[in-house]
Nanobody, 130 residues
Framework: QVELTESGGGSVQAGGSLRLSCAAS??????????MGWFRQAPGKGREGVAT????????SYADSVKGRFTISRDNAKNTVYLQMNSLKPEDTAMYYC?????????????????????WGQGTQVTVSS
């Protein structure tokens, strides 16, 4: 049974940084070629893709709103995926979710569509104050 557990959320001021972690259990990151991603959902809004990583090659994709500020990475030895968030803005405030089991699009990139992922964590709250 695949389980994803997020941690690292919190409250920061604008311009600050946070690092989210997603610990996976029930499968081995390094032996499974699939897409993993970070998504977020603000109150009253839909769930949006933030960043994705292909576990095989490590190829990454980012939403335009976070490019240059967020970095997704993986540590196969720890079976963990990270999201380093720098230069945080109030509009980054949301519940952040880790997801796995996603598919690659025809271009080879991992999908940013949340319905394309099979497994989800419970989420971790990120609040950025101005």
């Amino acid at each position: 049974q695949v389980e994803l557990t997020e941690s690292g959320g919190g409250s920061v001021q604008a311009g600050g940084s946070l690092r989210l972690s997603c610990a996976a259990s029930g499968y081995i990151l390094s032996s499974n070629t699939n897409c993993m991603g970070w998504f977020r959902q603000a109150p009253g809004k839909g769930r949006e893709g933030v960043a994705t990583i292909y576990s095989g090659s490590g190829d990454t994709s980012y939403a335009d709103s976070v490019k240059g500020r967020f970095t997704i990475s993986r540590d196969n030895a720890k079976n963990t995926v990270y999201l380093q968030m720098n230069s945080l803005k109030p509009e980054d405030t949301a519940m952040y979710y880790c997801a796995s089991g996603g598919f690659r699009t025809s271009s080879g990139a991992c999908t940013m569509w949340h319905f394309g992922y099979n497994y989800w964590g419970q989420g971790t709250q990120v609040t950025v104050s101005s």
